[in-house]
C-alpha cells in the first residue's frame, strides 16, 4: 500500500497536508500522533471513505474508484474509531451479518472464537463491555479474512487488561501473513505491536522508522525528569556532560541523556552549587513519547 | 462427518458451508430490531387498534336522542299543562316545565335544545338557529304542537330507515386508521432507523465493505412488508370482531394497495432520512411533512370538508390518495381499475420519493 502527497482540506481546516506513506505486505504499521493530527482522516481516505484533494491512493495494486471498488473492499477489514454496532442485534448475528457482505471469508463460528467472544455469542451488542465491542468490532473488520487490516485506535478508552486481549488479536493476524495499518495515539501501543512507525503532527509526517531506530534518533537512551525549588538556567544543563537535550513543560525539566551514569551525578552537582533542592526526580527508558516530545515540544496526549 | 471435521481443521476459509445472503441477513437485522424495540412494537401494532377501539365506541351509532325541551311557565300562565300533555305524546320529545330563569339558563348551556313559551293563544320558540340540534328541535316541536293542536298531514309519506355496515362512522374511520398507520410506519420506522445508522457511523462502516448499496435500500422495503401484513390486518380483524366491520372490495386489490401505500411512505420515509445527521433533525423535518397530512388527508373527517382552493393541493397528497382507495375499496366494493387516479398519485410519489433519496443519500 501506498500513498503519495495527500492533501485533505475542510472548510475550515487542511487534516492531511502533503502525505506520503508506504506500506509493505506483512508489516504492521503505526500511525502515531496526537488526537488531531489527522490519522483518522488519513485512514478513511485509504479505506476509500473518504476522497482526498490531492495525491494518490494505492492499495493490493489497486486504485479507489477505478471501478472496481468492491473487489477491492473484499480483500480489505476496517474497524472505524467511531461505529457503535446495533444494540440489539446479538455478537452471532452481527458477525454473521458482516461475513453475508463478502464472497470468501471466516467462518462466523471461527472469527468469534479468533476474538474470545465464544460466551458472549448470544449476548446483545449493548450488553458488552467496551473492550467486547471493540473486538467484536475487530471481528467483523476480520471476518472476510482481509489481507489488508485497519484499525483506528482500536484499544482507545480501554482498561489495560482489554487492551491485552486485543493485542494478542493483531499479533495473530500478523503471524498469519496479514498487513496491519494501525492509528493510536499510545506509545507502548506502537512500540509493542508495530514494525515501523509513521509520527503524524499536524496532518503530516514528522518522523518514520522502526520504533527502536526512532528512539535511537534522539541520541540517547535515559530521560530524567525533575524539579526543583530555584529554577536552573538552560545553559547550565545542557552544558552538563552525556545530556543531548532539553525540554522544559512547566515546572518539571525534561533532559535526554545518553549515559545516565555520568549525566545524574553531574545533575546532582549542579543542583546542589545553584543551592536548589529536588522537588521530584524520575529516570526512565527514552521511549516515542520522548521522541515525540523533542520533535514538536508536547506530549502525545496534550492533543 | 468426517468431511465436515477436515475443514474445520484445515482453518481459515469456508467454502463449503451454507452462503449466507446479505439482503436476507439485512433484511433479518432489521426485523429483529425492530420485534426486539417494544415501543415499536407497540406504536404499530397495539397503538391503532386501541385508537379504532377509542374512536369507534366514541362515534357508535346509537338510537338518536331525544330532543330535549323547556317549557316555560311564567306564573300564571294557563296554557302549560296542555303543552306539556301534547309533548309529552311524541316518542322524540322529553319536555320539562322550568321557570323563565331556569329556562334561559338550561337553553344556554345546552341542556335543552329549545323552549317553548305558551301565549294565550299562541306559541313561541327561543332557539339559537346557528346549532343543527335547535334547528331540528324548532321542527319537531312545532310539527307535534301543531298536530296536537288538531292539523293534519296532506300527504302520504313512505320512511325507509337505512344504517347498515359500510355507512357507519366506524366504516369511514378504519381505512383511515389504517392509511395514517402506513404513514407513520413508513417514515418512523425508516427514517429514525437510517438516521441512528448514520449517527452511529454503522452507515460508514456497511460504506466500508462491499455491501452492495441497493441491498440495504431494498432491505428496509421487505422488513416493511413483513410488519404491513400484521399491522393492517391487526386493525381490519379487530374492528370486524369489535365493530361488525366488513371489507367490501376483493382482498387482493387491498393487499396490492396497501403494499404500495407501504412502499411510498417507506420511499417518502428514506427521503426525509436521506441526508439528516441527528435525530432532532429528522424528528423536525417528519412532523413537517406528516403534520399537514395528518389535518388535510382525510383521516378522521372528510378532506372535502375543507376549502374548494386547496383541494388539488390536498388531492395531491400521497395520504388522501391512500385513504381513497382504502375507503373506495372497504367500503364501496370498487375495483382498482376505477380508481387508477389515486394509485397513480400514489406511484408517482414512490418512484420519485426513491429515486430522489437514492441520489442524495448520505453514507456519513
Known amino acids: 500500500m501506498r500513498c503519495a502527497g495527500l492533501v485533505k482540506r475542510f472548510t475550515d481546516v487542511t487534516a492531511v497536508n502533503g502525505l506520503d506513506l508506504e506500506v509493505f505486505a506483512g508489516e ?101 463491555s467496551g473492550g467486547q465491542k471493540q473486538r467484536l468490532a475487530v471481528a467483523c473488520a476480520l471476518v472476510s479474512d482481509p489481507e489488508l487490516l485497519f484499525l483506528d485506535e482500536p484499544t482507545t478508552g480501554l482498561d489495560p ?32 505491536l508495530c514494525d515501523r ?16 531506530e526512532l528512539i535511537e534518533s534522539l541520541g540517547a537512551d535515559q530521560v530524567i525528569e525533575f524539579s526543583v525549588t530555584n529554577p536552573l538556567t538552560e545553559e547550565d544543563l545542557t552544558n552538563l556532560p552525556a545530556v543531548t537535550n532539553l525540554h522544559k513543560r512547566g515546572d518539571v525539566y525534561a533532559l535526554t541523556v545518553s549515559e545516565i551514569g555520568i549525566a545524574l551525578p553531574a545533575l546532582l552537582a549542579e543542583i ?15 521511549t516515542l513519547e520522548d ?8 506530549m502525545l496526549r496534550d492533543g | 462427518m468426517a468431511e465436515a471435521k477436515e475443514t474445520l481443521i484445515a482453518g481459515s476459509s469456508e467454502p463449503k458451508s451454507r452462503k449466507l445472503h446479505p439482503l436476507v441477513e439485512l433484511t433479518m437485522t432489521r426485523v429483529r430490531e425492530f420485534l426486539r424495540e417494544k415501543e415499536a412494537v407497540f406504536w404499530v401494532f397495539v397503538f391503532p387498534v386501541l385508537m379504532t377501539f377509542a374512536l369507534g365506541i366514541a362515534f357508535r351509532n346509537t338510537a338518536p336522542d331525544k330532543t ?14 296542555e303543552v306539556a300533555n301534547i309533548l309529552s305524546q311524541s316518542p322524540d320529545v322529553t319536555a ?47 310539527d307535534v304542537l301543531q298536530r296536537g293542536k288538531g292539523r293534519t298531514d296532506v300527504a302520504k309519506v313512505g320512511e325507509e330507515k337505512v344504517s347498515e355496515p359500510g355507512a357507519r362512522y366506524v366504516d369511514f374511520l378504519v381505512p383511515g386508521l389504517i392509511g395514517m398507520n402506513l404513514m407513520g410506519s413508513g417514515l418512523w420506522g425508516l427514517g429514525f432507523t437510517v438516521v441512528i445508522a448514520r449517527s452511529r457511523k454503522i452507515l460508514k462502516r456497511f460504506a466500508a465493505t462491499p455491501m452492495k448499496r441497493s441491498h440495504y435500500l431494498l432491505s428496509f422495503m421487505l422488513s416493511r412488508l413483513v410488519f404491513l401484513v400484521l399491522e393492517v390486518a ?96 372497504m367500503n364501496e366494493g370498487s375495483s382498482l381499475a376505477s380508481n387508477w387516479v389515486p394509485i397513480a398519485i400514489l406511484l408517482f410519489w414512490f418512484v420519485v420519493s426513491f429515486i430522489v433519496a437514492l441520489k442524495i443519500f448520505k453514507w456519513q
Request: neutral net charge.
Open chain 1, 272 to 286: 546542589k552549587q545553584q543551592q536548589s533542592e529536588i522537588v521530584t526526580l524520575t529516570t526512565h527508558q527514552a
Open chain 1, 161 to 192: 487488561q482489554a487492551r491485552l486481549s486485543l493485542w494478542d488479536i493483531v499479533e495473530k493476524f500478523r503471524e498469519g501473513g496479514g498487513t496491519i495499518l494501525l492509528t493510536t495515539h499510545y506509545m507502548e501501543e506502537a512500540t509493542r
Open chain 1, 28 to 128: 504492521c504499521f503505526g500511525l502515531l500522533g496526537p488526537n488531531g493530527a489527522g490519522k483518522t482522516t488519513t485512514v478513511e481516505i485509504l479505506e476509500g471513505l473518504t476522497p482526498a484533494n490531492e495525491g494518490t491512493v494505492e492499495l493490493l495494486g489497486q486504485r479507489w474508484t477505478s471501478g472496481d471498488d468492491r473487489a477491492l473492499r473484499e480483500r480489505i477489514g476496517v474497524q472505524l474509531q467511531e461505529t457503535q454496532l446495533a444494540e440489539k442485534v446479538t455478537v452471532e448475528e452481527t458477525v454473521r451479518l458482516f461475513r453475508s457482505f463478502y464472497q470468501r471469508g471466516h467462518n462466523v463460528d471461527e472469527v468469534i472464537r479468533t476474538v474470545g467472544l465464544e460466551e458472549k455469542r448470544n449476548s446483545r451488542v449493548g450488553k458488552l
Open chain 2, 234 to 329: 391487526a386493525v381490519i380483524v379487530f374492528a370486524a370482531v369489535a365493530f361488525g366491520f366488513t371489507v367490501r372490495g376483493s382482498w387482493l386489490s387491498l393487499t396490492l394497495v396497501t403494499v404500495l401505500g407501504g412502499f411510498t411512505f417507506s420511499g417518502i420515509g428514506l427521503l426525509v432520512a436521506a441526508r439528516p445527521t441527528t435525530i432532532e433533525g429528522v424528528s423536525g423535518l417528519m412532523n413537517f411533512i406528516m403534520l399537514p397530512m395528518w389535518l388535510l388527508s382525510g383521516t378522521f373527517f372528510s378532506s372535502e370538508r375543507f376549502p374548494q382552493v386547496l383541494q388539488p393541493f390536498i388531492q395531491m397528497l400521497p395520504l388522501t390518495a391512500l385513504n381513497n382507495v382504502l375507503r373506495a375499496l
Open chain 2, 96 to 142: 320539562t316545565v322550568l321557570s323563565p330563569e331556569e329556562a334561559t339558563q338550561a337553553l344556554r348551556s345546552g341542556k335543552v335544545s329549545i323552549v317553548v313559551k305558551p301565549q294565550r293563544d299562541s306559541f313561541e320558540y327561543r332557539y339559537d338557529p346557528t346549532r343543527p340540534e335547535s334547528r331540528t328541535a324548532r321542527l319537531l316541536v312545532d
Open chain 1, 197 to 212: 512507525v509513521a509520527i503524524m503532527d499536524h496532518g503530516k509526517v514528522i518522523a518514520l522508522g522502526t520504533p527502536a
Open chain 1, 291 to 298: 521522541v515525540f516530545v523533542s520533535l514538536t515540544g508536547r
Open chain 2, 68 to 81: 330535549l325541551v323547556a317549557i316555560e311557565a311564567e306564573a300564571g300562565a294557563t296554557n302549560t299543562g
